[in-house]
């Protein structure tokens, strides 16, 4: 009989161990990233119900020269008024405010601090610095984002889809060998020195191009935003056209159709899982990318779309979301209002890229079932 | 016997991948409306003759072939129209491969990519296609489904199909019988033996007893070289010329 000794068995336990640390680990940092972010976004998300739960019941037998009956009093004159407003009440109960001119003006000034979740994705002020009145509407932000992915993808898609294609079936293998090489060069750029481009060449040629007054534009971050994810798009776009077993090429071309129709009809629909992720990767990196677009796009907060063609002016100035993040953390102090939205724009950011995602997998399940 | 035209003519066909020589130059005949077969074990250049035949074998960037294929006193590899070309060869790979595409767009894709568009008539060429490889009773009601989630032996005779769809002169089938049950096998050879009276056809198999069965005349590679080639009841009889065919044959090794 042959035994294993207890080494090996023992070694062999510990390497699937760590393998398996390894693989839980994604999942617990996920939740860990998720989690804080939440954690520092906590007090804006909740600010407008914090009083509610908590406070009724002891407010009213804490807070002295109040009798119970004259804080239900009180608590009646509100309700009548605003029967939404009980949390308001309770805390002008603690504050011993019982004047009612007092109340009012306090009051509004609670409902201008309140955070109301619908508005700040809905207005486009933003003014997380003003000293009287700040204000955090994040719609300009999110246009920003929107028009900078939507432009760069429709650069990059056809250019990236279309470079993975030729080097992967049209061109010869040496030239195949070198595009490869400087594709992934390409993508070793740092995304400092795109912005940089952006910032300097870019803006040129398109003040001379177009007769813009500023450069830096959506058009701009668009140009360099699709640059950098083309390579993302061509190298995986590419493997996804070499996982193609040959005996396809060959079984088509054997029906002697021509190069192209194969690729068209049998090529393409075999690859297509690989593909679309391949973009939704670019998308990915679109709407993540942070220092190019911080440097190109000009960061001044403007919604690019509207109603009139071509709907999404492309010569104008944006702030994106994630630039927005890179830009202000610096000089938001801890656990202040203007922080905690910041960080509310990241769990923003987390959703957009989290519904990307979803909606890959679907589209993919969807082809996979069909 | 009238000295006819060979429909297919190669002569001292060479092939190496790189430095690995694995035609060492073949040379042989096949008059039309014949069925060819070509026996031999792995290694022996069967699959990459047809390759050279049909002319896929240029995709293969460092495949180097020499000599010369005519068909219909043509030479092929001069030939500028290589679609055209090949669509004069059927070929029938040894491991199915359905296409990506509905069982219907498998045997409609070569018709339609030379521009055959009339509804009435691909759907007639298809069914006759379908029928032809025995396949058409077991899917002649779900031919929307994908070609790739038929069982390996239909998805056999579907490319068995997809072949006849663009009316080949010359049909190859590389050892098309092995994902095939022996039923369906002995059908489809009663339909190779119908297709003979329109076109010729190359029939490589592992199956001796199968090239006994279809063949005229039968060729015996072995490692790249022609051993013999000669009418198929001598090759079988065990009195073929050359000793190592008659081990073959018997089963003496391969």
Known sequence: MLHRSKGKVLREAIIEWLIRICGISAVVFVFAIFFFVFWEAKGQIFSGKVNINTATATALTKVEGIDNALADKIVAQRAQIDPKKRNTVNWLLEEKVIDLEQFFEIESQIKAKEFSFWKFLTTEKWYPASETNPRYGVFALIAGTVSVSILSMLIAVPFGLGSALFISEFCSPKLKETLKIVIELLAAIPSVVWGFIGLTIMNQLIMQIFGAPIGITVLNGAIILGLMSVPIIVSIGEDALQAVPDSYREAAIGLGVTRWQMVYKVLLPAAKNGLLAAVLLGIGRAIGETMAVLLATGHSVNNPFDGTFPFLHALESVKTLTATIAAEMGEAPRDSDHYQVLFIIGILLFTLTFIVNLSADLIVKGIRNK | ?254
């Open chain 2, 1 to 254: 016997m009238v000295a006819s035209i060979a429909k297919l003519k190669v002569e001292d066909l060479k092939v190496a991948y790189g430095d690995k020589q694995v035609i060492h130059g073949i040379s042989y005949e096949i008059p039309p409306n014949e069925i060819f077969g070509v026996i031999g074990p792995a290694q022996s250049g069967k699959t990459s003759m047809l390759r050279v035949i049909n002319r896929t074998i240029e995709f293969t960037p460092n495949a180097k072939v020499s000599g010369k294929i005519e068909i219909d006193g043509e030479d092929a590899f001069r030939m500028k129209d290589v679609y055209g070309y090949r669509r004069r060869i059927g070929m029938v790979a040894p491991l199915p491969v359905g296409l990506p595409l509905t069982i219907y767009d498998n045997v409609a894709f070569a018709p339609r990519s030379f521009g055959m568009k009339d509804k009435d008539q691909l759907d007639a060429l298809v069914q006759k296609c379908l029928e032809q490889a025995a396949l058409w009773d077991e899917v002649k009601d779900r031919l929307d489904s994908l070609g790739t989630k038929l069982s390996g032996g239909q998805q056999q005779r579907l490319t068995i199909a997809r072949a006849l769809s663009h009316q080949p002169e010359v049909l190859c089938l590389d050892e098309f019988s092995i994902a095939i049950d022996p039923v369906t096998t002995m059908k489809i050879e009663d339909v190779l033996k119908e297709l003979r009276e329109s076109m010729t056809i190359i029939l490589v198999t592992n199956l001796v007893q199968q090239a006994r069965r279809l063949a005229k005349r039968t060729m015996f590679l072995l490692n790249g070289e022609l051993v013999e080639e000669g009418d198929t009841e001598k090759m079988f009889s065990g009195d073929a010329d050359n000793p190592k065919t008659n081990e073959f044959v018997s089963g003496a090794f391969g």
